[in-house]
């Protein structure tokens, strides 16, 4: 698609349910990332994926939380058992490989990210 | 100490004004760095990288110190258009992109 797609748009589940988050890069993109925003906080770095696999796994809250990616496109948050303060908005952002430019100190126009507009999550 | 700290102000401004941020990293080897803008309940776009030299993009001015690592947005003449919350990026560790918690702009006639 144009870009990044993100679903639901809006979710609001019981404490201790399961919900699962979706994200559909912009096509062509490797990287995918997902950060979670807190009401009138910054984003907070969840994990990312290059391909289908994920260096980084270190920014997920606790075990409760997975994410997965297959065919390195769409990939899945998977929140279990979900609790009040998981309530946030969800962001999804991908990108194409960064590559440094040697010798510049510049790297290439892939690092851009772009983001979708998020899945808000509301836990009662 | 959070990997890139930023003044979240807000920094209210008339129009006109020219105004600057800055941010600071704690990791010495991060080798890109990035403005963002966030309007308010909408998704960060990027305003701008910030390269080794310093950049300009039209009334924006982004400039690096690795030395004492901080990275400064300076808008000159200031637009209504302008109010937003400014995120500082930093690549890290595995290509992860963090981000600073933002600075708030709000721009007033």
């Known amino acids: 698609g144009a870009g990044v797609s993100q679903s639901p748009s809006n979710k609001v589940t019981e404490k201790g349910k399961d919900v699962e988050l979706r994200c559909d890069p912009i096509?062509?993109?490797?990287?995918l990332y997902w950060y979670r925003q807190s009401l009138g906080q910054g984003l907070e770095f969840l994990i990312y994926?290059?391909?289908?696999?994920?260096?980084?796994k270190s920014g997920l809250p606790s075990d409760r939380f997975s994410a997965e990616r297959t065919g390195g496109s769409v990939s899945t948050l998977t929140i279990q058992r979900t609790q009040q303060e998981d309530s946030a908005v969800y962001l999804c952002?991908?990108?194409?490989?960064?590559?440094?430019?040697?010798?510049?100190?510049?790297?290439?126009?892939?690092?851009?990210?772009?983001f979708g507009a998020g899945s808000r999550l509301t836990v009662l | 100490r959070k990997e890139v700290e930023q003044d979240p102000g807000p920094f209210n401004v008339p129009e006109g004004a020219t105004v600057a941020f800055n941010c600071t990293y704690s990791?010495?080897?991060?080798?890109?760095f990035f403005w963002y803008r966030q309007d308010c309940r909408k998704e960060p776009k990027l305003l701008m990288s910030?390269?080794?030299s310093g950049n300009e993009d039209g009334r924006f001015t982004a400039q690096l110190n690795r030395a004492s690592q901080y990275i400064s947005l300076l808008i000159r003449d200031s637009k209504l258009s302008d109010s937003a919350t400014y995120l500082c990026?930093?690549?890290?560790?595995?290509?992860?992109?963090?981000f600073g918690a933002g600075t708030r702009l709000a721009v007033h006639p």
């Open positions: 952002a991908s990108s194409l490989a960064q590559r440094m430019i040697s010798g510049t100190g510049m790297t290439s126009g892939a690092n851009v990210l772009t």
């Open positions: 096509s062509g993109h490797t990287a």
């Open positions: 994926f290059q391909g289908n696999s994920a260096p980084d």
């Open positions: 990791n010495s080897a991060s080798q890109s």
């Open positions: 910030v390269y080794s």
């Open positions: 990026v930093v690549r890290g560790g595995y290509n992860k992109l963090i």
